[in-house]
Structures are given as structure tokens and as C-alpha cells.
């Protein structure tokens, strides 16, 4: 077990160097380097003045170097600035002396690098940021896991029932509706202050606001979450991951509802109630379970698209800001914490997996 | 002129009876669950002495029974819409439901024929044919060849062009009549106008043909890709599958929507990365063909010679054309942006694709019929393409309907964030993004893509699930 746990980390960290390479690349590619050079210095500058920008600021050198700069295993660069008559560096401020700074300062070092749009520390934003939207995923997450098992089990103990049957329907068209098409009939209904349900509502005196939600969760950030401003965009990243963990669900637990001690429960007369609870239930739950931790990038993606859509300014905003205005180290960091997230929910789902399932056993 | 309304003139007495449809079926939803708690079972088939059938019709049944008609009820509402929209004269009488029916007329036309054809020769068309057998995958396949029609004759269906701007009609309400129509103008924005003034129903079936110009295409070429490195990753096994598998669970690892913010923007264009791509991406298909005939025709020089010179022939001028956007024809041609859409949704598809033709490979090379094929002493290439692919043909054709469905939520999303498309780019995706602004105030310009776009994946999932119940049958 220890020796399993030790190469999945291996080959973890592995891809995680090769990620993050391919993204530093991507994002240090020439064209790239000239528009950063042109928003910070400015637009009209000939191509020697970029050339000679890109060199002053630390972004010349094989691609290699600065990758294991940002890393925090090869020393930051340090330059004499012949105009200014300053040292400047990777890991110091402008004007300090080169002696006092420390020689690393990369990822390794704790050390996320400086966001050219927002004039801050990397660091600094990022944490908030991904504490709003864990606090979103998190009801996500609340909400969906337990209506996707719950519509999973009820679909999948009589296969081919007629409950089957309908939840199944649903289950296809959650995983049919991306976030950005329910989110949007969300708002129509639920929130429109002219269509959907909310008129109606208001006239009839059930709500006291002019709409049922709010569109945005914009409120969400400074007054505290609540229902009014949280249920929307909770419940559009829920639905569309629901779908497809209740089929998981109903497929697994269609499996073990055809097993022989199944069969044998029922022939010594336990009632079928006792049978799903006690006897099929936590079996059936360990696929699903792989599955609800493999959701974590799907829902990354989701979370993009439902912060863009309700302007909730969490971490996946941030990452769309940080591309659009080709903040470089900002991006950065934004796929660090991405590619991170997969890679443990992927480690934990493995070794959970092999946790749960007794049949499994690794020496 | 006021706006006309959604039923015309029909409404007057269809909307009622709807709208009862509407609250029978919903009532017969509650009462049958709420039987169900109690307990109350639906009746079952009686063999009587005289063989005779008989069923005791219980609450539960009458309930099912009304859920049944009413759906029968509420459908045959809209299709006298669309009847009336055919043949009463005035946009008034017709109303939105009429006019937008009449409009659709050629889809209707085709789908009917389609489906007539196709249930009269059902018996002789294997996996197709059985379709028709299925409810859920006849529903699939007519909401797909809905918009695959529409796509098809977009030009007959549309009202307006789909980047014609009438000031006068920024963000009117569905149904509303142009201010001064010239002669020969269609008079009304029938799903009204955007906020630039734009015909959204054109819009939205422009954007069709948008969507199912890439989709299909992008998702053949992914499957290309995962197929021709997934045959042999699955069958040699050791350290080539230990290479690939490890290359497609890094392209897995990355979320989709920073490698889509991170290629689709036109710096990388300029940087070349997405013909670097594409030139990698697109030789699979050919080498996919060399092989496949190679294996099969290696005994038969001639016939061998001529399959592999024009797969070669064609394929290199396809390739020429879409990588390089240098054909020597000048026919074929693929613009930047395009193209890099294209191969990013290629892309991210092509590893999953490689992962479960992995597993089947893996699967199916234990079979006897692959063992038998060794002794006969076929060669591995020729036991890969045509021993094991002909057999794991259910599962894939299941997974690229899927995986169509997939590609164009993928292509709504890239056209939700902006990124690739053209800023006027009639696309789904785009125009969701733009409605979204004004949401709350004005909701139609943003809805009928959202809808469009549901209903197409909606119909390509149920597709893919009614196949996999029949291909499962035998």
C-alpha cells in the first residue's frame, strides 16, 4: 500500500511538471511577451523596444531557465539597470541591494510571483479568491451529491421500471443542459423581474422582493450568502454535474442489485426495503465514488463558467481576468491550483477506491 | 403594429386545452407517486382457464393513462400550430408557434419523409433499422435530424439575415413587425429582436449550421486520433501504453477551460502552435487509412496500391488544405480562428477517445476469435482493424453520439467566453453571451439558443442511450 501511495505521487508530481511546463510555455510564447510589453509599456513601442523591454524585465533566456526560475530551483536573475543605476531582480523590490534577497524564490519557496493587472502579490489575491469559491463549491457539492445518489439508488433498484425509466430521462437531460444554457433558464424563471415566474409571484403577494432570486451573487461576496442570492448559481453547477453521477450511481447499483446475495437475501425474505438499505446500498456506493471525486475538474470548468454568468469574484473569475488580460505569473498560479486539484482528487479517488472496496488489495 | 401573439388565432381555444393537458399530466404525476407510497401496484395480466387475457385496471393505470393522453393532447396542440401556421394567411392567425412551423416547412418535409422510409424498411437497415424500435432513440434521432435539416436548408428557413442590423428593432419583443418593411421583406422578427437589432430566430438557425459544421467533423477526427493510438496502446501493451496512456491522462489532467484560454487566443495563432497542432492531429486519420488497407490488401498488390494512393491522394490534399491552408486546388481552406477551434476540441476529445478504445481493446484480445486470427498467423495490424474494431463497434458509435453532444456544449462554451469565434458569429454559444447582459430585462434573445442548444445535446444523449439499448438486445 505504501509503495502504491508512493508511485501515484511520483507519477503526480511528474504530471505536474509537465503541466505546469506546458503552461508556462503557452503563456511565454513570444506574441504573449510582446502584448505584456505593450500594456506595460506602451502600445506603440517598435519591435526593438519590446525586444529590449522583454530583456530588461526578466522574460530573455531559454525558455528552460525561466521555467526553473518560476520553479524555485534555478536562482532568480538579477540585472544592473544601466539607466536607473538600480539591481534589479526576480526576488527583490526595485532598488534593494541583490546581497540582502534570497537567491531561489519560486513555487517552491512559497513564492507565487507579482500580477501585472492588479499591482499585488499573486499570493494576496489568490486566497480569497479560492476561499469564495470554495465556499461555493461546497453547496454545490451539498446539494448534488446527495440528490445524485438519492436519484441514482431510486433509478437503479428496479431496473427498467417505470422510475427507472423517468429518472433516467432526467439524469440524460441535466448531463444535456451545460451550465450556461440552465443558468441562463434559471434567471429567465426565476429571477426576471419582467418574464418567467417571478411577476407573477410578486402579485400575488407570496414575495416580497421584485424577483424570486437574485441574478447575481454579487451580493453574495460582501453581505454573507443567502438563499435569495446563493441558490441560482449553486444550483446551476449541481444540476449539470448531477446527471452523470446518478447514472453512475444507477448503473452500479442496477449491478449489484443482480448479485447472488441479493438474490439469496430475498429468497430468505428480507423485505426489499431492508435489502437496498442494509444489504445493497454501501456496495453500490464505491463506483460512485470514484466517479463524484473524478467531478472535480468538471466542476472547475463549471465554476468558470457559473462565476462569469452570476459575477461572483472567485477563483474561477479570476482566471478568466487573468487570461483575458494576460497576467502571466496571475495565470499561472490560477493553473497550479487547477492542475493541483485534479491530480489530489484523482490520488484520492484511487487510493480511496482501493480503500473501499475490499476485493481490491494491494501488498 | 402591435406584436402578434405566440397562438394566433387557434389560441383561443387550443391554449385552454393545454393548458389542461398541462394540469392533468401534472396531476396524474402526483397521484401516481402518491399511490405508489401507498402502495397501490399498476394491475397485472390475468391467464384465465379459456386462455383468455384479462386486466384489472387499478387507480394507478386510469392514472398512467391520463399522464399518456395528455402528452398525446398537449403534442397534437402544437402540431395544429403548425398546421395553422401553414395554411391561414395572416401572421396574426398564425401567431409565433404558426409562422415559426410554416418557416421550418422544408425540416418538416424531410424529417417526415426520413422517418417514413425508414420505419417502412426498418427490418433491412441492421443497428439504424432497430432504432425505430426504441421510443427513446426514435425522440433522439428526430431532435437531432431536426437541427441537422435545419442546418442543411438554413437558407430557405431563415427570415433575415443573420448579421442584418434594423436599429429600429434592438431588443424588440417576439413577434414584432418591422417598422418599414421594403418589398419582398419578410415582415415580422418572429422570436424578436436582439440588442443590436439582430433577427434572433435566423440567428439561432444559422447557428446551427455553425455548430454542425464543426461538431461532427471534430469529433470523427478525435475518434481518428483515439482510435489509431488506442488499437495499439490496448493490444502491444508495455511501454508504448505505458507512454501513451501517461501523455493522454496529462491533456485529461488539464481543465478544459484553461487549455481552451490558454490556446484559443489569436497570440498563439501567431505563434503557430495551432498548425503545429493540427499538422500532428490531422496525419492520424491518413496513417489510419494507410494502415487499415495495408493490412487488409498486403496479399493483393494491385488492389493495395490503388486503396493507399487515393486515401494518400485525398488525404494529403484534405491535409494540405485544413493544416496549412495551402491547397494546391484552392478548394479546401480552413481560417485561423476556425481552425483552432477545431483542433483544440480535437484535442481535449481525442484522449478520452484513446482510453476507451484502450479498454475494449483490452478487453476483446482475449476473445478466441482474436486467438484464432494469431494461430491463422494474421499480422497484429490486421487482428487490430479488422478483428477487434468491426466488434467494438456498439460501444463507439454509442460514445461518438455522446461525444457529439459533448463537442458542441464544448463549442458553446468557447463561444460563451468569446474565444475563437468571430464577434458577429451567429453561434449558439456567442449568442447566449450577448443576451446575457440584459437577462433580466430582455430574456428573448438569450433563450431560444440555450434551448436550440439543449435540445440538440438532449437529443444526441437519448440517441446514444436508445443505441446502446438496442445494440445491447443482440
Keep these: ?363 | 403594429m402591435e406584436p402578434i401573439t405566440w397562438t394566433g388565432s387557434f389560441g383561443a381555444f387550443l391554449n385552454p386545452l393545454m393548458l389542461a393537458a398541462v394540469v392533468v399530466f401534472f396531476a396524474g404525476v402526483v397521484a401516481n407517486f402518491a399511490m405508489n407510497l401507498v402502495g397501490l401496484r399498476a394491475g397485472e395480466v390475468q391467464i384465465n382457464p379459456d386462455h383468455t387475457l384479462t386486466i384489472n385496471r387499478t387507480p394507478v393505470d386510469y392514472a398512467l393513462m391520463a399522464m399518456k393522453y395528455s402528452v398525446l393532447l398537449f403534442l397534437a396542440c402544437w402540431a395544429l400550430f403548425v398546421i395553422g401556421g401553414l395554411t391561414l394567411p395572416e401572421y396574426e392567425q398564425k401567431g409565433i408557434i404558426g409562422a415559426m412551423g410554416q418557416r421550418f416547412l422544408p425540416v418538416w418535409i424531410a424529417l417526415i419523409v426520413m422517418f417514413a422510409l425508414s420505419i417502412r424498411f426498418k427490418r433491412k437497415l441492421g443497428l439504424y433499422g432497430k432504432l425505430f424500435d426504441s421510443p427513446i432513440g426514435m425522440v433522439g434521432f428526430g431532435l437531432v435530424m431536426f437541427w441537422m435539416f435545419s442546418a442543411i436548408f438554413a437558407d430557405l428557413i431563415i427570415t433575415h439575415g443573420p448579421i442584418d442590423v434594423i436599429s429600429q428593432m434592438r431588443n424588440e419583443v417576439p413577434g414584432s413587425f418591422l417598422p418599414s418593411p421594403d418589398e419582398g421583406d419578410f415582415p415580422l422578427y418572429i422570436l424578436g429582436g436582439d440588442n443590436l437589432g439582430r433577427d434572433v430566430f435566423s440567428r439561432m438557425v444559422m447557428g446551427a449550421r455553425e455548430v454542425l459544421k464543426i461538431a461532427p467533423a471534430a469529433t470523427l477526427f478525435a475518434f481518428m486520433v483515439g482510435i489509431t493510438l488506442g488499437l495499439p496502446a490496448g493490444y502491444f501493451g508495455g511501454r508504448l501504453d505505458t507512454l501513451l496512456t501517461f501523455i493522454a491522462n496529462l491533456v485529461l489532467a488539464f481543465p478544459v477551460i484553461l487549455l481552451f484560454y490558454l490556446l484559443v487566443t489569436p497570440e498563439i495563432v501567431a505563434a503557430g502552435i495551432p498548425t503545429a497542432m493540427a499538422a500532428v492531429l490531422f496525419l492520424f486519420p491518413i496513417i489510419f487509412f494507410v494502415v487499415l488497407w495495408n493490412s487488409r490488401y498486403h496479399m493483393q498488390p494491385q488492389k493495395r496500391l490503388l486503396y493507399i494512393s487515393i486515401s494518400l491522394v485525398i488525404g494529403f490534399w484534405l491535409y494540405s488544405g485544413l493544416a496549412f491552408n495551402a491547397d494546391p486546388l484552392g478548394i479546401i481552406s480552413m481560417p485561423g480562428n476556425i481552425l483552432i477551434v477545431f483542433v483544440s476540441v480535437v484535442f481535449v476529445n481525442s484522449p478520452t477517445v484513446f482510453r476507451i478504445v484502450r479498454g475494449i481493446v483490452l478487453d476483446i484480445k482475449t476473445r478466441d476469435y482474436v486467438a484464432a486470427g494469431q494461430t491463422r498467423g494474421e499480422g497484429p495490424w490486421y487482428i487490430m482493424l479488422w478483428e477487434i474494431l468491426p466488434n467494438a463497434r456498439g460501444p463507439l458509435i454509442v460514445d461518438f453520439c455522446l461525444r457529439i453532444g459533448y463537442t458542441t456544449i464544448l463549442l458553446g462554451t468557447l463561444g460563451f467566453f468569446g474565444l475563437g469565434v468571430s464577434p458577429e458569429s451567429p453561434d449558439w454559444g456567442s449568442t447566449i453571451n450577448e443576451g446575457r447582459r440584459l437577462l433580466t430585462i430582455y430574456p428573448h434573445p438569450a433563450l431560444p439558443p440555450a434551448l436550440a442548444l439543449m435540445s440538440l445535446v438532449l437529443g444526441l444523449n437519448l440517441l446514444a442511450d436508445g443505441l446502446r439499448e438496442e445494440s445491447l438486445k443482440d
Aim: proline share 3%.
Design chain 1, 1 to 363: 500500500m505504501g509503495l502504491f501511495i508512493l508511485r501515484r505521487v511520483g507519477v503526480m508530481i511528474l504530471t505536474a511538471l509537465c503541466l505546469t511546463f506546458v503552461v508556462f510555455f503557452l503563456t511565454n510564447l513570444y506574441p504573449n511577451l510582446e502584448k505584456l510589453a505593450k500594456t506595460q509599456g506602451n502600445a506603440r513601442m517598435t519591435d526593438a523596444e519590446v525586444a529590449s523591454w522583454i530583456d530588461r524585465n526578466g522574460y530573455g533566456g531559454p525558455m528552460i531557465v525561466r521555467y526553473g526560475e518560476w520553479l524555485g530551483v534555478v536562482p532568480g536573475w538579477t540585472r544592473f539597470d544601466e539607466q536607473t543605476e538600480q539591481w534589479r531582480g526576480r526576488c527583490f523590490e526595485r532598488g534593494e541591494n541583490p546581497e540582502d534577497a534570497p537567491r531561489f524564490c519560486g513555487i517552491l519557496q512559497g513564492d507565487l510571483g507579482f500580477s501585472t493587472v492588479s499591482d499585488d502579490e499573486v499570493s494576496n489575491i489568490i486566497g480569497g479568491r479560492l476561499a469564495l469559491t470554495g465556499v461555493l463549491m461546497f453547496w454545490a457539492f451539498a446539494v448534488m451529491v446527495p440528490a445524485a445518489l438519492l436519484v441514482g439508488v431510486l433509478a437503479g433498484m428496479r431496473e427498467g421500471s417505470r422510475m427507472d425509466r423517468s429518472l433516467s430521462t432526467f439524469a440524460i437531460a441535466s448531463t444535456a443542459t451545460p451550465e450556461y444554457v440552465s443558468g441562463v433558464i434559471f434567471i429567465v424563471l426565476l429571477a426576471s423581474s419582467t418574464a418567467g415566474l417571478s411577476p407573477w409571484l410578486s402579485e400575488m403577494g407570496w414575495i416580497e422582493g421584485r424577483t424570486l432570486f437574485l441574478g447575481s451573487a454579487r451580493s453574495a461576496m460582501e453581505d454573507g450568502i443567502n438563499i435569495w442570492n446563493f441558490t441560482l448559481p449553486v444550483l446551476t453547477i449541481a444540476l449539470y454535474g448531477m446527471g452523470y453521477i446518478a447514472r453512475m450511481t444507477r448503473a452500479s447499483m442496477a449491478e449489484v442489485m443482480t448479485a447472488q446475495y441479493i438474490r439469496t437475501a430475498r429468497l430468505k425474505g428480507v423485505s426489499f426495503r431492508n435489502i437496498v438499505l442494509k444489504h445493497a446500498l454501501r456496495n453500490a456506493l464505491i463506483a460512485p465514488f470514484t466517479v463524484i471525486m473524478l467531478q472535480f475538474p468538471w466542476l472547475l470548468t463549471g465554476v468558470v463558467i457559473v462565476e462569469t454568468l452570476f459575477n461572483y469574484n472567485g477563483f474561477g473569475w479570476t482566471l478568466v481576468q487573468a487570461a483575458s488580460n494576460n497576467d502571466i505569473e496571475l495565470l499561472l498560479a490560477c493553473s497550479i491550483v487547477a492542475v493541483f486539484v485534479v491530480l489530489v482528487t484523482q490520488l484520492i479517488s484511487d487510493i480511496g477506491y482501493v480503500f473501499l472496496n475490499p476485493r481490491i488489495r494491494i501488498s
